[in-house]
């Protein structure tokens, strides 16, 4: 698969770096450690994030001890069989990772782990391609993405409308899927809410195996689920409300920021300030931590495509003011303690 245009799918708004600037805040309590687990690099379309710009953002304030890379398709091998063309992603990953731990580019460790991608579909076929990556993660490699979000409207799905409907159900998906547990690795899950059913499912069918639901499982707010906000937070809170019930399950907090939830920070005169953000994501934060448990909650930052709504500094003290009602140990695990656990993070 050919490296696409930096946001092709029309879910986020590119970040401009100007706009952002308007706002400024003063980071609420600095010291708290923080592991983000779920960013992207990438540079292509026009659009560049790669070290210097990330380390930018996470020395902006926050304690940011570690992040994990997730596959955003950057980097793929040019040449090759098309089955591998995705190890090329983590050798990047990875080569960015090596960079940070030399220590010249901040304290924080980033991609400390790594979330690379595997065609699933390939079935049995999918394991010498896992163990290809594995070995170019340089221990590193923590476990896959393969997205199955897809929408009827392509208002909604944006790049997405061409991917197979039901890709969680397909048996030869299920057959690549077996390989992970095996092998040590999880599973991202990106989808739209409507999906979250069909991931309950699959992780009923494979319990040994963890699974980390992306961006609160994606409530849609655009195409033909605009102006019907109080509709589908009933439904996609029905659907987190079961697939919370599956152990091994676990959820990343964050991905509000995109446009596919229907806010219009983006087109605003200044960017929205965190307090603005907490009101408006709390419902959905809440609802997650109460089903699942801040044992099985992580925080992430989903840049850069959220920066299209937020500096890194803003989403950070919107999560902060979000959980501050919570006890210390829970805040713990909300920031930095279930994301190392899930993704093995070494942090000492």
Same mark, same amino acid.
């Not at 950070?316 to 190392?340: D, M, P, Q």
């Given at each position: 698969?050919? @490296?696409?245009?930096?946001?092709?799918?029309?879910?986020?708004?590119?970040?401009?770096?100007?706009?952002?600037?308007?706002? !400024?805040?003063?980071?609420?309590?600095?010291?708290?450690?923080?592991?983000? =687990? +779920?960013? !992207?690099?990438?540079?292509?379309? $026009?659009?560049?994030?790669?070290?210097?710009?990330?380390?930018?953002?996470?020395?902006?304030? !926050?304690?940011?001890?570690?992040?994990?890379?997730?596959?955003?398709?950057?980097?793929?091998?040019? +040449?090759?069989?098309? *089955?591998?063309? =995705?190890?090329?992603?983590?050798?990047?990953?990875?080569?960015?990772? &090596?960079?940070?731990?030399?220590?010249?580019?901040?304290?924080?460790?980033?991609?400390?782990?790594?979330?690379?991608?595997?065609?699933?579909?390939?079935?049995?076929?999918?394991?010498?391609?896992?163990?290809?990556?594995?070995?170019?993660?340089?221990?590193?490699?923590?476990?896959?993405? +393969?997205?199955?979000?897809?929408?009827?409207?392509?208002?909604?799905?944006?790049?997405?409308?061409?991917?197979?409907?039901?890709?969680?159900?397909?048996?030869?998906?299920?057959?690549?899927?077996?390989?992970?547990?095996?092998?040590?690795?999880?599973?991202? &899950?990106?989808?739209?809410?409507?999906?979250?059913?069909?991931?309950?499912?699959?992780?009923?069918?494979?319990? $040994?195996?963890?699974?980390?639901?992306?961006?609160?499982?994606?409530?849609?707010?655009?195409?033909?689920?605009?102006?019907?906000?109080?509709?589908?937070?009933?439904?996609?809170?029905?659907?987190?409300?079961?697939? &919370?019930?599956?152990? @091994?399950?676990?959820?990343?907090?964050?991905?509000? *920021?995109?446009?596919?939830?229907?806010?219009?920070? +983006?087109?605003?005169?200044?960017?929205?300030?965190?307090?603005?953000?907490?009101?408006?994501?709390? =419902?959905?934060?809440?609802?997650?931590?109460?089903?699942? $448990?801040?044992?099985?909650?992580?925080?992430?930052?989903?840049?850069?495509?959220?920066? $299209?709504?937020?500096?890194?500094?803003?989403?950070? @003290?919107?999560?902060?003011?979000?959980?501050? !009602?919570?006890?210390?140990?829970?805040? *713990?695990?909300?920031?930095?303690?279930?994301?190392?656990?899930?993704?093995?993070?070494?942090?000492?």
């Amino acid at each position: 698969m050919a @490296n696409v245009t930096a946001n092709r799918s029309g879910l986020y708004e590119d970040p401009r770096e100007e706009w952002l600037a308007l706002h !400024h805040e003063d980071i609420l309590d600095p010291a708290r450690p923080i592991v983000d =687990p +779920h960013h !992207h690099l990438w540079d292509r379309g $026009g659009q560049r994030y790669l070290l210097d710009d990330i380390v930018k953002d996470v020395e902006s304030g !926050h304690n940011i001890v570690a992040t994990v890379y997730v596959d955003c398709r950057s980097m793929y091998r040019a +040449h090759g069989p098309e *089955a591998l063309r =995705p190890v090329g992603e983590v050798e990047f990953a990875n080569g960015v990772a &090596a960079m940070s731990a030399s220590g010249g580019y901040g304290p924080a460790k980033i991609c400390a782990g790594i979330v690379g991608h595997v065609d699933l579909r390939l079935g049995d076929a999918a394991k010498p391609v896992l163990e290809a990556e594995i070995a170019a993660g340089n221990g590193r490699f923590r476990g896959i993405r +393969h997205s199955s979000a897809w929408d009827a409207d392509p208002a909604v799905a944006g790049m997405y409308a061409s991917r197979p409907q039901g890709l969680l159900r397909d048996a030869n998906f299920r057959k690549g899927f077996a390989c992970l547990a095996p092998l040590g690795l999880s599973f991202d &899950a990106w989808l739209f809410h409507p999906q979250i059913g069909e991931l309950a499912d699959l992780a009923r069918a494979f319990p $040994g195996t963890t699974i980390v639901l992306d961006h609160c499982g994606g409530p849609a707010g655009t195409g033909r689920y605009a102006n019907q906000r109080d509709e589908v937070f009933k439904q996609w809170k029905a659907s987190i409300a079961d697939v &919370a019930t599956c152990p @091994n399950v676990v959820v990343k907090l964050g991905g509000l *920021a995109m446009k596919l939830l229907g806010y219009d920070f +983006h087109d605003r005169a200044r960017p929205p300030s965190s307090e603005e953000l907490a009101t408006a994501w709390r =419902p959905y934060i809440e609802t997650c931590i109460e089903a699942f $448990g801040p044992d099985r909650c992580m925080f992430e930052s989903n840049f850069p495509p959220d920066k $299209g709504h937020c500096s890194y500094q803003v989403i950070f @003290n919107a999560f902060k003011r979000i959980a501050v !009602h919570y006890n210390e140990t829970e805040k *713990a695990a909300l920031f930095s303690g279930t994301a190392a656990r899930v993704y093995r993070l070494e942090l000492g």
